[in-house]
């Protein structure tokens, strides 16, 4: 049903692949990319890869599923473990479990386990994952070395988080770093034993007990009452991003957040150090959760032969040794998430690894959703300086109303 | 008659066109504001009145459309009245005079994407050009304005002024040029000033253009959509969820098409009952002047 | 003394109106990935022309495709509408028949529900057509305007109407006179028409965010938009490179056509 529209360049097949990369830029890591991509249509010469990167998370969620409506998602689709049950559960993905076990199957042995769960449903799987990252804390040695203050340990509490965040704040430079993304302060409020939603995907429970309160109460005083962190406002001032500017000594964030800081100008690689989140009591075990992404095949694909070629490529070991020195995540695969593991920070990762539970999004339908009520109570908190019991009050009431729907 | 067979023949495209892109789907609207219908799922289940209820319940909407209405209410006449004002200014005989109205005219043909990006940059706090300027004269200049609850409906509001400069502009300039020259000279015998020119002579004089510009600008008010989706995404706060969005949101983000068809419906019966106040009020004036 | 007063403040209209503009050449041309610069900053030290390129030739991104499509769904639209609105302008203006009344008046009404309020049984009938996620999609509804008939049809009732009895007495069809007299002596209106119709085509950002969804077929206007958070929320250069890059083909056309802008406008607000 292509229209009038432009077809397929000189018979070759054009498969639509998308993920949530917009427009590259010229650092090492698009370049790397770009030539997997490339290596793929040398491999396949009667196949032209056409990238469609949806910029934004949130977007890229509901423009998937708006292609889907008007039959004409992408061929092959990134899956995200934070949006998995919105797609998996609805139908909207092709099984890949006959494909997998056929004659150019994948062998499902080779990655871990936890990074396959978010798309399997009983024997059925949706999408064959690429790489994952529990979210950690990071933190620039210099800054904390030229604060002579100690470097973050195995089991810190937030006493001890707040302590090293006062001492590293001086003048325009910050102990710490947030912004309003829930994905980021979300660990937060699961380290102090809260939740946003509870094992039947309601909200009103858990979202306003007393730990959730009081965590979203403490990430707000580290910008207004102790002031070691720069406000939303401050931040939109700068116009770069403070961690990877030398602006705050430490920030929340994932694997990924390598591709950005080595190509910094103001941070070395080498002054990059990550530990495990705070904790809120002494003696309790830090929990964290898997971002996890994956590659899936839309349901209204006419090129399923083609995508399945591009998803075995694309999770082999060997262009899996190449992509992954992108640094944008852990490598789903063991093989090469072990073989990457040579420096104290890759294997730091894997330590942190094993306290790692998928995101409610990977189980609850609607968690875009979910994560946008999120944004818009850490703004009314952080921003009009709304109580935050209310705000997730308001939150809780919000969510479950919506999700009541679906 | 072959004159009426001629007349219907020659508008037969332009008249299914508009049956199916504009008159059918209005029916269709309130089809189908009475399903509780998820695109996704492409399921849909009659429940008579309940998606009118729930948008009533919900005060999401409602909240919408009070921002809409204030964004119009603000938006129009502080619109309608730059513009006359730059009208009256343009319509002098001035060397150059020709080169600023182009100029003036240039905002409102341009991309709206990229006037988006363009103005989230002037809207940033300290460095962004406003706050830049503010700075220069040692005013605070650590506003966020689109971030800030309080200031981004203010800051879209400012922005839609200079977009949309241009063709209030021209409208007005037409009618200025159309007011008999004699009613100025029967007001200057009579003694009347500048001033008084202007209230008794000039402004009754341009009902009809004011009524057409007030008219037009609140249609696209209450649909106003690029500049939200791009700038603000209805935050913070919801303080910029305008209908537009609203209903965007509700139905291609949500993908509840039943809902948003009943919040479509309702904002049609908005537009239309405004359409029709703002016709007798503007309406009658001109008749009273 | 009253003169020199308009002109300055003419003047000082015209730097706030372009302000805008000039920040935008002048951020978009430092360095990528730099933070803000103040204000003091703010003329590049060595200008970044390497912007431009990045932006136009992102292999992520085909901005020469959005560029054609844009320019095939401007034309296309521009020509069938002026064919189709042409057609019922003249009937309404020139053909005194039975129900022309009514169906100016339709089409008047219909101007005010256009865009929220169809969009989704519009959607959703392309959708059962067969018809999104093409060119087509984006064509089809522009195909006709109530507004392009409502101006059209007020030029022509300006037209003396000698014209056509003199030609009807010699025998002429409807079409000839269509053709032959009514169409060469519109030619300002249909020229504003064009220039309204290209001009709102180009910057259609709704219809065509919802209707398409492949990267090859997204117009320029929908295509950029992926530029705003491509880089990180933060890379203001490029994104500025990619607003100028979206604005200067418009700005250069506008040029060229403005003066059908201003008689068009003045045409509509005169009832």
């Given amino acids: 049903m292509a229209g009038c529209g432009p077809g397929p360049s000189g018979g070759k097949i054009v498969l639509r692949i998308a993920d949530w990369g917009g427009a590259g830029d010229d650092s090492v890591s698009a370049q790397i990319e770009r030539d997997v991509y490339a290596g793929f249509e040398k491999l396949y010469p009667n196949i032209e890869i056409q990238r469609e990167g949806i910029p934004g998370s949130q977007d890229y969620v509901k423009k998937i599923l708006l292609g889907f409506i008007s039959h004409s998602e992408p061929d092959v689709i990134r899956l995200d473990a934070s949006s998995a049950a919105v797609f998996v559960d609805n139908d909207i993905l092709l099984d890949l479990a006959p494909l997998t076990n056929g004659k150019q199957g994948i062998n499902l042995s080779d990655f871990f386990p936890n990074t396959l769960e978010v798309a399997q449903r009983g024997k059925s799987i949706y999408a064959i994952p690429v790489d994952f990252t529990p979210m950690v804390m990071y933190y620039n040695r210099r800054l904390f070395d030229e604060a002579h203050v100690p470097y973050p340990t195995e089991n810190w509490t937030w006493a001890e988080f707040l302590d090293r965040a006062q001492k590293l704040t001086k003048g325009d430079r910050f102990g710490y770093t947030f912004t309003n993304w829930m994905a980021g302060w979300i660990l937060w409020i699961w380290n102090n034993s809260g939740d946003v939603l509870d094992q039947h995907g309601k909200a009103s429970s858990t979202a306003t007990s007393q730990s959730t309160v009081d965590a979203v109460t403490f990430i707000r005083d580290l910008v207004n009452k102790y002031k070691v962190a720069p406000s939303l406002s401050q931040q939109a001032a700068e116009g770069a991003l403070p961690f990877a500017n030398g602006d705050a000594a430490m920030e929340m964030s994932g694997h990924w957040n390598l591709t950005t800081l080595t190509s910094a100008p103001k941070i070395h690689l080498d002054d990059v150090g990550v530990a495990p989140i705070p904790v809120s009591q002494p003696g309790q075990k830090p929990v964290t959760v898997l971002y996890e992404s994956g590659w899936a095949i839309g349901k209204h694909s006419q090129h399923t032969d083609a995508a399945w070629k591009f998803i075995r490529y694309f999770t082999s070991a060997a262009v899996q040794r190449q992509l992954q020195k992108t640094g944008i995540g852990v490598c789903a695969r063991k093989d090469i998430a072990n073989e990457r593991a040579v420096n104290d920070r890759e294997r730091e990762f894997l330590k942190i690894v094993p306290s790692g539970k998928n995101p409610w999004g990977a189980k609850v339908q609607g968690y875009d959703f979910v994560e946008d009520e999120g944004t818009k109570m850490m703004d009314s908190v952080l921003k009009s300086g709304k109580d935050p019991r209310a705000a997730l009050k308001d939150f809780a009431s919000n969510v479950d109303r919506e999700l009541g729907k679906q | ?289 | 003394m009253k003169r020199i007063f308009s002109w300055l403040a003419m003047l000082a209209l015209a730097i706030f109106l372009i302000a805008p503009f000039v920040w935008m050449v002048l951020v978009s041309l430092h360095p990528a990935k730099s933070p803000i610069p103040d204000y003091k900053d703010l003329i590049p030290k060595q200008p970044q022309w390497g912007n431009y390129k990045l932006v136009l030739f992102s292999p992520e991104v085909p901005v020469g495709r959005f560029f054609l499509n844009s320019i095939i769904v401007a034309v296309a639209v521009v020509i069938g509408q002026l064919f189709i609105t042409s057609l019922a302008a003249y009937a309404m203006a020139r053909i005194k028949f039975k129900g022309a009344q009514f169906l100016f008046w339709l089409f008047l009404a219909s101007m005010m529900f256009a865009g929220v309020v169809t969009q989704i049984p519009v959607y959703l009938f392309m959708r059962s057509a067969g018809l999104l996620d093409s060119l087509s999609a984006l064509i089809i509804p522009g195909l006709s305007s109530a507004y392009s008939v409502f101006l059209i049809r007020q030029f022509l009732l300006g037209l003396p109407f000698e014209l056509d009895e003199a030609a009807y007495i010699d025998g002429a069809s409807y079409w000839v006179v269509y053709s032959r007299i009514m169409m060469p002596l519109s030619k300002p209106a249909l020229a504003t028409v064009a220039s309204f119709t290209f001009f709102s085509v180009w910057t259609d950002f709704f219809w065509p965010l919802l209707a398409t969804n492949s990267m090859r077929l997204r117009t320029l206007e929908v295509g950029l938009s992926i530029f705003k958070n491509s880089y990180g929320t933060t890379n203001w250069p490029l994104q500025m490179a990619a607003a100028v890059i979206t604005l200067l083909p418009m700005v250069i056309v506008f040029l060229f056509s403005q003066r059908y802008f201003t008689k068009g406008i003045q045409m509509s607000g005169m009832k």
């Fill in chain 2, 1 to 289: 008659m072959k004159r009426n067979r001629a007349g219907w023949l020659f508008t037969l495209p332009a008249t299914i066109h508009l049956l199916i892109f504009a008159v059918l789907p209005v029916g269709y609207t309130i089809f189908l504001s009475f399903y509780n219908w998820n695109l996704i799922r492409d399921e849909r289940r009659f429940i008579g009145l309940g998606n009118y209820l729930r948008i009533w319940q919900d005060g999401g909407f409602l909240k919408s459309v009070l921002n809409s209405a204030i964004y119009t209410a603000a938006s129009v006449p502080i619109g309608a009245a730059v513009a006359l004002g730059v009208a009256l200014l343009v319509t002098q005989k001035v060397k150059g005079v020709t080169a600023f109205r182009t100029l003036y005219f240039l905002p409102s043909v341009c991309s709206q994407v990229a006037i988006a990006m363009i103005w989230i940059y002037i809207f940033l706090p300290k460095k962004g050009m406003i706050n830049a300027v503010l700075g220069m004269f040692g005013a605070p200049n650590g506003t966020d304005f689109l971030g800030t609850s309080g200031w981004a409906m203010a800051a879209l509001v400012f922005m839609s002024i200079w977009v949309a400069l241009g063709p209030r502009m021209v409208l007005y300039m037409a009618g200025i040029l159309n007011v008999p020259g004699y009613l100025y000279e029967a007001a200057e015998l009579d003694g009347a000033t500048k001033n008084q020119q202007f209230w008794h002579v000039t402004l009754p004089q341009l009902a009809p253009t004011t009524l057409f510009v007030v008219i037009t600008s609140t249609i696209g008010g209450f649909q106003v959509f690029t500049p939200v989706y791009m700038m603000t995404k209805g935050g913070p706060e919801g303080s910029t969820d305008v209908v537009g969005y609203h209903i965007y949101s509700a139905a291609w983000e949500r993908f509840q098409v039943g809902e948003a068809g009943a919040m479509s419906f309702v904002l049609f019966l908005i537009i239309l009952s405004v359409s029709i106040i703002q016709f007798r009020v503007i309406g009658n004036k001109q008749v009273d002047g």
